[in-house]
């Protein structure tokens, strides 16, 4: 239904934006600094299940829209682009701040920390907007089942996304001792990020389906 090289870019631009500070990183991060690893896995399970809710409602809902209006297709995937360019300013805009910078928390049980990363994540407008915008450019209506390919996709995004993340929290304490020696490094990665996602921005425009 999907060739290697589809999804290996879908793969690349799921792993790109896992990557990208936002409220989901920002959560389990804080918890792992403040709590330990078990914290911030426990925080990470529960936004893997708010990616479950998102996927399910992008799913049924782009399946339904774009069936009864084809030419839907190009006004998102324009839509998508722009999305992504947007993620580019995000990355290099200057006064940016880091996610491994230390908060003071409260220690909560584990059941609030699950929670927590549920409503964080169902709250994240970053997710929400990334199912919408950057579905569509991979779907392909003559090749079968709209909602299934969705689905498809969805499992590649969030196997890419959980384990981007469990990497980041089983790192996080020495990536945020890193940041503070290199503040260059920060910078750099920063600027390594918006390039991708700008190219992938334009790849997305100016394919021809």
């Given amino acids: 239904m999907f060739t290697l090289q589809e999804i290996a870019l879908f793969a690349l631009a799921a792993a790109v934006l896992a990557l990208t500070p936002g409220p989901n990183m920002v959560y389990y991060v804080s918890r792992t ?3 330990g690893r078990g914290a911030g896995l426990l925080s990470l399970a529960g936004v893997v299940v708010g990616f479950l809710f998102h996927l399910t409602m992008a799913a049924l809902g782009l399946t339904a829209v774009l069936m009864a209006v084809p030419f839907a ?3 998102i995937k324009f839509a998508g682009a ?3 360019l947007w993620m580019a300013w995000q990355a290099v805009r200057p006064g940016g701040g880091s996610p491994f910078e230390p908060r003071a928390l409260p220690h909560d049980p584990p059941a609030v920390l699950f929670r927590m ?3 964080t994540n169902l709250l994240n407008p970053k997710v929400a907007v990334f199912y919408v915008s950057f579905f569509p450019q ?3 209506p003559e090749r079968g089942d709209l909602l299934l390919q969705s689905f ?4 590649v995004q969030i196997t890419v996304s959980t ?4 990497c980041i929290v089983l790192g996080a304490a020495q990536i945020a001792r890193f940041l503070q020696r290199s503040p260059g490094w920060m910078r750099a990665q920063r600027w ?7 190219l992938l921005a334009a790849r997305l425009a100016f394919e021809r389906r």
Avoid: D, R, S
């Fill in 73 to 75: 297709f190009e006004a």
């Fill in 152 to 155: 498809m996709l969805g499992g």
């Fill in 82 to 84: 722009a999305y992504l």
């Fill in 192 to 198: 390594i990020m918006g390039t991708v996602l700008g």
């Fill in 163 to 166: 384990l981007v993340n469990f």
């Fill in 138 to 140: 991979f779907l392909h």
């Fill in 33 to 35: 600094l403040c709590q």
């Fill in 117 to 119: 990363g549920l409503v």
